[in-house]
């Protein structure tokens, strides 16, 4: 069994190709499904967010699985494996482990200890469980990823003050005007990132914040949040009267499909109307060809770049600090792996004495006579289980605590030898 990462994210791949390998959490169980049900696919997970796709997965066959994998992501997206593979990254085994280590921490964030991340992450790890992707080896990896970003929340600053990609994209806004507060605002969707966005205007003095959403109710749940900032919410339907209203628009929604285009824009902005789009969602929500219009600037995740280096070379110490507590996390891992490989002598040692237990048992109880050994046989089969159980305990918990590869081979050759256990083999690779 090898551990692999299949995947593309801001450092590999442009917007146009990540929101084409986008998958919406609408869509995961249909692509964990299709994945899974390859013939050298055991398990697998996978984390979409605005800045990445990663595909998670446990093979029998590395060369295949790879293979099964990629041909999914041509699939998907619709492009040819040739052009994709050089947006794609692959990653196996330590790797592995260690790039979704980095990731849960916020340290392969465009946004260096952003926080959100840690939530995705989560949601990959629920999702693959509910869908039956995930298995013993990938939850295993995943909670020990969630432990990781936790304690480098809670043990180093890396966090504190972090800018988000919300707050980028709010920074980005107020380097192209002279204040937020002379203004009109208005944002395209109501979820957590929108959340943030009015969050952000609203400690930067923005006066005026108008939210768009398909669902009225829910963002006037989110300006309900906001009160003392003055926030109007408009259907979908009013969108382009609300953002005929504004200066500078935010589109964070979840559509799959561009909102805004060069037409709708022709149409209801007047050409001497000075208009800012900032475009933080994957897919995008702004089509691109509105970067024709004179009186458009037009921004998108990947124009962020240049406003989040300012705000991280503080915190390059602090993730110096996180690398180091992501060694323990990684090394834990390392070793829950390793003694994997004494399952098959543990399993098989357990069958025997199993065989032996219940044959004496057998014998046992016949000497008893009939009448007592139907009064008495659970008592008796619950004794032997647990005497077993105990004779074992010991040596199988000291078996896989053994941190010393071959030491804990020879162990286990040992008790191949002592026991007679037949048909027992691991991996002299591992």
Same mark, same amino acid.
């Given at each position: 069994?090898?551990?692999?990462?299949?995947?593309?994210?801001?450092?590999?791949?442009?917007?146009?190709?990540?929101?084409?390998?986008?998958?919406?959490?609408?869509?995961?169980?249909?692509?964990?499904?299709?994945?899974?049900?390859?013939?050298?696919?055991?398990? !697998?997970?996978?984390?979409?967010?605005?800045? #990445?796709?990663?595909?998670?997965?446990?093979? %029998?066959?590395?060369?295949?699985? =790879?293979?099964?994998?990629?041909?999914?992501?041509? *699939?998907?997206?619709?492009?040819?494996?040739?052009?994709?593979?050089?947006?794609?990254?692959?990653?196996?085994? *330590?790797?592995?482990? $260690? %790039?979704?280590?980095?990731?849960?921490?916020?340290?392969?964030?465009?946004?260096?200890?952003?926080?959100?991340?840690?939530?995705?992450? /989560?949601?990959?790890?629920?999702?693959?469980?509910?869908?039956?992707?995930?298995?013993?080896?990938?939850?295993?990896?995943?909670?020990?990823?969630?432990?990781?970003? /936790?304690?480098?929340?809670?043990? $180093?600053?890396?966090?504190?003050?972090?800018?988000?990609?919300?707050?980028?994209?709010?920074?980005?806004?107020?380097? /192209?005007?002279?204040?937020?507060?002379?203004? &009109?605002?208005?944002?395209?969707?109501?979820?957590?990132?929108? &959340?943030?966005?009015?969050? %952000?205007?609203?400690?930067?003095?923005?006066?005026?914040?108008?939210?768009?959403?398909?669902?009225?109710?829910?963002?006037?749940?989110?300006?309900?949040?906001?009160?003392?900032?003055?926030?109007?919410?408009?259907?979908?339907?009013?969108?382009?009267?609300?953002?005929?209203?504004?200066?500078?628009?935010?589109?964070?929604?979840?559509?799959?499909?561009?909102?805004?285009?060069?037409?709708?824009?022709?149409?209801?902005?007047?050409?001497?109307?000075?208009?800012?789009? =900032?475009?933080?969602?994957?897919? #995008?929500?702004?089509?691109?060809?509105?970067?024709?219009?004179?009186?458009?600037?037009?921004?998108?995740?990947?124009?962020?770049?240049?406003?989040?280096?300012?705000?991280?070379?503080?915190?390059?110490?602090?993730?110096?600090?996180?690398?180091?507590?992501?060694?323990?996390?990684?090394?834990?891992?390392?070793?829950?792996?390793?003694?994997?490989?004494?399952?098959?002598?543990?399993?098989?040692? &357990?069958?025997?004495?199993?065989?032996? &237990?219940?044959?004496?048992?057998?014998?046992?109880?016949?000497?008893?006579?009939? *009448?007592?050994? *139907?009064?008495?046989?659970?008592?008796?089969?619950?004794?032997?289980?647990?005497? !077993?159980?105990?004779?074992?305990?010991?040596?199988?918990?000291?078996?896989?605590?053994?941190?010393?590869?071959?030491?804990?081979?020879?162990?286990?050759?040992?008790?191949?030898?002592?026991?007679?256990?037949?048909?027992?083999?691991?991996?002299?690779?591992?």
């Amino acid at each position: 069994m090898n551990i692999a990462v299949i995947g593309l994210s801001h450092k590999t791949a442009p917007v146009e190709v990540r929101e084409k390998l986008s998958i919406p959490e609408p869509q995961i169980e249909t692509a964990l499904t299709q994945i899974y049900s390859y013939p050298h696919v055991a398990e !697998v997970s996978i984390l979409s967010t605005c800045n #990445r796709l990663e595909i998670y997965f446990v093979t %029998h066959d590395t060369q295949l699985g =790879i293979r099964e994998v990629c041909q999914f992501l041509s *699939e998907h997206s619709k492009l040819p494996l040739e052009s994709l593979r050089q947006h794609l990254f692959m990653l196996l085994q *330590e790797d592995a482990v $260690t %790039h979704l280590m980095r990731v849960a921490a916020g340290l392969d964030s465009l946004v260096l200890g952003e926080g959100q991340i840690l939530a995705q992450v /989560k949601q990959a790890h629920k999702l693959g469980q509910q869908y039956k992707g995930v298995g013993s080896i990938l939850n295993r990896l995943f909670k020990q990823a969630l432990t990781a970003g /936790k304690r480098v929340r809670t043990e $180093t600053s890396i966090g504190t003050g972090a800018v988000s990609i919300s707050s980028a994209a709010v920074e980005l806004a107020q380097m /192209k005007v002279d204040s937020l507060a002379n203004y &009109r605002v208005a944002i395209l969707g109501a979820g957590k990132m929108s &959340r943030l966005l009015v969050q %952000h205007l609203a400690a930067k003095g923005a006066g005026s914040i108008s939210i768009i959403n398909r669902s009225v109710a829910r963002a006037q749940e989110l300006a309900n949040q906001f009160p003392a900032a003055e926030v109007q919410v408009y259907p979908i339907v009013e969108m382009m009267v609300a953002i005929a209203n504004a200066d500078i628009i935010f589109t964070s929604t979840a559509s799959t499909e561009p909102l805004l285009n060069r037409a709708k824009l022709e149409a209801h902005i007047p050409s001497d109307c000075r208009l800012i789009l =900032i475009d933080i969602s994957v897919p #995008r929500n702004v089509h691109a060809d509105v970067n024709g219009l004179d009186n458009i600037q037009a921004f998108n995740v990947d124009d962020l770049k240049a406003v989040v280096a300012q705000n991280q070379e503080s915190r390059r110490q602090m993730a110096q600090e996180a690398e180091a507590l992501l060694e323990e996390e990684i090394e834990g891992f390392d070793a829950w792996w390793r003694s994997l490989e004494t399952v098959p002598t543990i399993s098989c040692l &357990r069958d025997k004495m199993e065989t032996i &237990r219940a044959q004496e048992l057998e014998k046992a109880l016949s000497r008893l006579g009939s *009448e007592f050994a *139907e009064r008495h046989q659970e008592v008796i089969e619950a004794l032997t289980r647990g005497i !077993v159980n105990k004779i074992l305990h010991d040596p199988m918990v000291q078996l896989r605590a053994q941190q010393d590869i071959e030491a804990r081979r020879k162990a286990m050759q040992t008790l191949q030898m002592l026991f007679n256990l037949e048909g027992v083999s691991y991996n002299q690779n591992s």
